[in-house]
Structures are given as structure tokens and as C-alpha cells.
């Protein structure tokens, strides 16, 4: 029988450094404990049992030890470990940008089983290799809801009038969404917002994955949307997301 001090979970790996001669401290994401800062001890020798199911990008099951500072890992074992989806750097990279956005929006040791939902289903679609940038928007828009700011699209911000198609429409993300031409709204922070990508900001609240990965859109279009999501996502994060810069590299080489 497992002593009181252990426990196993389901986890995802988001952040991990090497420590000491042969450890690595890692935060794990785990669906009832929330975030978990944890420790490996001697996994970075060629011996360790536990060295190469320790892995980010992957589901894992890992047994634990509670610890004074941290939690000692003692077991691993991989549930899904979605080797497709490292085959491409933009997944790969794409992976990585949503752990940290998840990593930003979890608490240590708070239930979070939406979210860990939500990362893991948008591995496995980078895994059956949807495209990236719409596995992206949809899991932005998902991570929205699951902070309870879901972006407003169908009435307008300030007046909560229902917006009618034929009006110009400004993106405001401090204000929580679309706001109307009648509205005036803070003059710094207005930024127009073309009816195509408003009815794909829809799209994205109101279809499933698989919908979205058969849309056929305009570049400029999903250009305009990802734009959008991603300083909706500033704002209610409080600053943008580090892993961006790599991933706008990847996409630009
Ligand atoms: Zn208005």
C-alpha cells in the first residue's frame, strides 16, 4: 500500500531546469492539483529509470513523493506521448506558447481540470497534425472562457446593443470585446476590426476543432483574428506571452 505522503497524477510537463549535479526541478500541470513544482532527483544521469519519460509534450502519469520544498517524483510512466506533433517545429513551438499561456493562468495547488482539458485536447490536435495557428486561436479563445473573460462579439461593449453587420466595428480588449460605431470608447485602444475576422472571432466561439481546421479563410483575415486574440490575451494576462517571439521567428524563417 502507498504511504500517505504518496500520490499519483495525470501531468504535463510546462517548465523544467536542471539543478545540482543531476536533478531537474519542473512545474508540472496536473488536473486536480493544479501547478506543481516538483523535483527529479539524478535524472540527468544515462542511469536514471526515470530520465526519458520525463519529457514536455507528452501526457504522463507520475508518482509522488510530498516533500518539504518540493515534491519528490519517484515514478513516470507516459500516457500519450504525441510524437507527430514534435515533428514540425511550428507545432512544436506552437505546443510551447500554450503551456506557457496555460502556466500564467494556473494557480499552485488549485483544481484547474478545464484547462488541463483544454491544453491536452489542443495537443492532441497539433498531434493529428490540425494546423497550428488554428489550434492556436481556438485554445486562446477556450483559454478566455476558462479565465471568465470570454470575449464579447455579438452585442457591443459599451451600449450592449446587438451589432448589425453593416456598421464599423473597433476591436477594444481592456473593454472585453467589439465595440459599436456609435460608441465612442477610449481613443488610444481602438483598433478596427473588419466584419470577415468578427464573424471568425464567432466561429472560434461557436464551432468545434474539427469545423474550424476545414475553414477556408483569407490570410488577412486570420491575420486580423490572430492579432486580435493575441492582444485580447495580453491584456487579460498582463503582458505578452515570451514563447511568441520564437514562434514568430519559426513561422517568419
Ligand atoms: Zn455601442
Not at 500500500?1 to 549535479?21: C, G, H, K, N
Not at 543531476?22 to 542511469?47: C, E, N, Q, S
Not at 514536455?56 to 507520475?62: I, S
Not at 481546421?213 to 483569407?218: F, I, K
Request: aromatic share 6%; proline share 4%; glycine share 6%.
Amino acid at each position: 500500500m502507498p504511504s500517505s505522503r504518496q500520490y499519483v497524477t495525470d501531468a504535463i510537463v510546462l517548465t523544467r531546469f536542471d539543478y545540482a549535479e543531476a536533478d531537474r526541478i519542473m512545474t508540472l500541470f496536473t488536473p486536480t492539483h493544479g501547478k506543481l513544482k516538483v523535483i527529479a532527483k539524478g535524472v540527468r544521469r544515462t542511469t536514471s529509470r526515470l530520465g526519458g519519460a520525463l519529457e514536455p509534450l507528452a501526457e504522463l502519469r507520475v508518482a509522488l513523493a510530498r516533500g518539504r520544498t518540493f515534491d519528490v517524483v519517484t515514478q513516470v510512466q507516459v500516457n500519450h506521448a504525441w510524437l507527430r506533433l514534435r515533428d514540425s517545429l511550428e507545432s512544436a513551438a506552437t505546443a510551447w506558447y500554450l503551456a506557457e499561456l496555460a502556466d500564467r493562468s494556473i494557480e499552485e495547488r488549485h483544481a484547474a481540470e478545464g484547462l488541463y482539458a483544454l491544453l491536452r485536447r489542443a495537443y492532441e490536435l497539433l498531434d493529428e497534425s490540425m494546423n497550428p495557428g488554428r489550434v492556436a486561436r481556438w485554445y486562446e479563445m477556450h483559454l478566455a472562457d476558462e479565465l471568465g473573460v470570454r470575449p464579447e462579439v455579438d452585442r457591443c461593449v459599451e451600449c450592449d446593443r446587438t451589432l448589425e453587420a453593416d456598421e464599423r466595428f473597433r476591436w477594444v480588449p481592456p473593454l472585453g470585446g467589439v465595440l459599436c460605431s456609435r460608441c465612442p470608447g477610449p481613443p488610444r485602444e481602438l483598433t478596427a476590426l473588419s466584419v470577415e475576422a468578427l464573424k471568425v472571432l464567432k466561429a472560434y466561439q461557436r464551432l468545434d476543432a474539427e469545423a474550424l481546421a476545414g475553414l477556408r479563410l483569407p490570410a488577412a483575415v486570420e491575420a486580423e483574428v490572430e492579432q486580435a486574440l493575441r492582444d485580447f490575451l495580453r491584456v487579460s494576462l498582463e503582458r505578452e506571452a515570451r514563447s511568441l517571439q520564437f514562434l514568430d521567428e519559426i513561422r517568419r524563417g
